[in-house]
């Protein structure tokens, strides 16, 4: 059932074990293999998503738009297979390690710009991105999906982390996840969703196209 | 949604000359709808291709954002700098009230002392003409600790490498005596290891007193916990690694862990002095000040740690300069 990985993307032996692997500058001392670098599916929504074979769409090469970069552990692998990525974070502390993974990946666009507001950074941001990634982790979860609707292409996917805890602590998990989901059908035709466990707990990921 | 709205707005290239960067278009500009800007940026001869293109949005997005996160950091600095002393404010004024409150209530109660007793007679004097008082104390005492938890989560976020060296209380009343991160930086270790006992240094610099051999930093283990004779030195060993935290803190942001391990061994070595009786040693510990233009020298030392000179005198901190230490053994 696990569908192929993208272009960019391994399965490699690196420190002694089979796991998932971009070519590129290593950022958060992950293990290394020559120019591959492990990718740690417990440390990125995305690299779970790819671990439990979900149809991510990627093929490699990808125009792509990735809300709440934070320091840029995910948005530096997804640098390294696809094309163009922009990453919006709008906490500085993280966008200044961001801009050292930006500094050695000359198509990585940082963007100190909250994800609330699209119009700060469409000026900035292409039409017609054939994919966004959000993990902002934040209240709102869907309301940002929504929101950025706008620069995905009509055949493009959105691949969304929402994680419980951020939009009410005191909800039960699946009753978030319901209205969240609910919340995106608006705009798009959900085509995959299952949760991130073992690698992250309570948290949902969303593969969805826009309607 | 919104595409009624300038439909045809512009890009971030849009009036830019080929040599100018466009970080202010990137962080100021905006527009409703995005539009596949790299196509219209080479229509419009801004680049010659998609691969230029991108090339300047890599430059631009890049100056923009460190830009951004210089900004934004510099008024968080502030942010912990006001709440540090609005701490100080509300313990001092709450101590003192406390102490007021226990000499009024201790001629009706049993008596007791302090916060706590501020407190408990909070909770269960009320018709008591000091109960008032009581629950003022105990709220100013609450609003001290709130603040004392946002200093705590906020200074690790300014200024990483100096909120693990010196814990954050310790690293924003540093951030406060000087003003700013960025001012901090600026500021040679001698005068780092001093900040907080100015009146202690203006007393020396006029010849009344010894030279203060360390200002707030005082509260730090490493000086504390050092007897006494060595204490001179492990404030300049423990300013020395502060100054060069604030400058990475400054500066580039990395996390640099190292610097505690550092700082333990010169803790290490100065602490084992004591064991090997005490004779000689460096008796003047104080700070390391370089000549200064506008402040007046203070003296020399032998192997201070190296200071950038400075053309600011010893800081003359805020409202709570006068709160620090200026122990003058
Ligand atoms: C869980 S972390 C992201 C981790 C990252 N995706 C990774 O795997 O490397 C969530 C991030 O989203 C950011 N965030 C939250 N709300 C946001 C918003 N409205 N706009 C932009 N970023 C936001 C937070 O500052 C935080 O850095």
């Given at each position: 059932m696990s569908s192929e990985l993208p272009a960019g993307v391994e399965r490699r032996v690196v420190d002694g074990r089979e796991r998932l692997a971009t070519r590129g500058e290593p950022v958060y001392g992950e293990p290394t293999d020559g120019e591959w670098r492990a990718w740690n599916p417990a440390r990125s929504k995305l690299g779970a998503m790819l671990e439990l074979g979900m149809e991510t769409a990627f093929e490699g090469g990808e125009r792509v738009l990735y809300l709440g970069a934070a320091s840029g552990t995910t948005v530096s692998h997804v640098a390294d297979f696809a094309g163009p990525t922009y990453a919006v974070e709008f906490a500085p502390r993280p966008a200044r390690d961001l801009l050292s993974v930006a500094a050695s990946r000359p198509r990585l666009f940082p963007l100190?710009?909250?994800?609330?507001?699209?119009?700060?950074?469409?000026?900035?941001?292409e039409a017609g991105v054939d994919a966004i990634v959000q993990d902002v982790a934040t209240r709102g979860q869907a309301r940002v999906a929504l929101e950025n609707r706008r620069f995905l292409a009509d055949d493009g996917r959105l691949l969304l982390a929402v994680k419980a805890r951020s939009e009410d602590v005191a909800r039960e998990p699946a009753a978030v996840f319901e209205e969240i989901t609910d919340e995106l059908a608006a705009e798009y035709a959900l085509l995959e969703r299952r949760r991130l466990e073992p690698y992250h707990a309570d948290h949902l990921a969303v593969v969805a196209e826009p309607r | 949604m919104t595409?009624?709205?300038?439909?045809?707005?512009?890009?971030w290239f849009a009036g830019l000359a080929p040599d100018e960067p466009g970080a202010e278009a990137i962080a100021e500009g905006g527009t409703e709808t995005p539009r596949p800007w790299p196509r219209l940026a080479v229509e419009a001869g801004f680049a010659t291709d998609e691969g230029a293109y991108y090339d300047r949005l890599h430059e631009a997005t890049t100056r923009a954002t460190r830009r951004a996160v210089r900004e934004r950091e510099a008024a968080d600095d502030q942010q912990v700098k006001h709440a540090v002393r609005a701490m100080d404010d509300c313990r001092r004024t709450a101590n003192e009230l406390a102490e007021r409150l226990a000499e009024w209530a201790g001629t009706?109660?049993?008596?007791?002392?302090g916060i706590e007793y501020a407190r408990e007679l909070a909770a269960d004097a009320d018709g008591e003409p000091f109960a008032g008082l009581a629950r003022r104390v105990a709220d100013l005492a609450a609003?001290?600790?709130?603040?004392?938890?946002?200093?705590?989560?906020r200074t690790p976020e300014v200024a990483p490498n100096l909120s693990a060296l010196a814990g954050p209380v310790l690293a924003a009343r540093l951030l406060s005596l000087a003003g700013g991160l960025e001012t901090l930086a600026k500021k040679p270790s001698g005068t780092i290891q001093v900040l907080g006992a100015e009146d202690a240094?203006?007393?020396?610099?006029?010849?009344?007193?010894?030279?203060?051999?360390?200002?707030?930093?005082?509260?730090?283990?490493?000086?504390?916990?050092?007897?006494?004779?060595?204490?001179?030195?492990?404030?300049?060993?423990?300013?020395?690694?502060?100054?060069?935290?604030?400058?990475?803190?400054h500066y580039s942001g990395d996390r640099r862990p190292e610097l505690e391990g550092e700082?333990?061994?010169?803790?290490?070595?100065?602490?084992a002095r004591a064991d090997d009786s005490s004779a000689a040693g460096d008796t003047d510990d104080g700070p390391a000040t370089g000549s200064t233009d506008d402040g007046p020298a203070a003296g020399s030392t032998d192997d201070g740690p190296a200071a950038g000179d400075t053309d600011d005198g010893p800081a003359t901190g805020g409202p709570n300069a006068d709160g620090g230490i200026g122990d003058v053994e």
């Open positions: 100190l710009k909250d994800a609330r507001r699209p119009e700060t950074y469409a000026h900035v941001v | 595409d009624e709205t300038d439909p045809a707005g512009e890009g009706v109660d049993g008596g007791g002392s609003e001290a600790d709130r603040l004392e938890s946002f200093v705590e989560t240094l203006f007393a020396h610099l006029r010849g009344h007193a010894p030279s203060p051999k360390h200002g707030v930093i005082f509260t730090h283990e490493a000086v504390r916990g050092t007897r006494a004779e060595d204490r001179g030195s492990a404030a300049r060993a423990l300013a020395g690694k502060l100054a060069i935290a604030a400058r990475i803190d700082l333990a061994d010169r803790l290490a070595t100065i602490r």
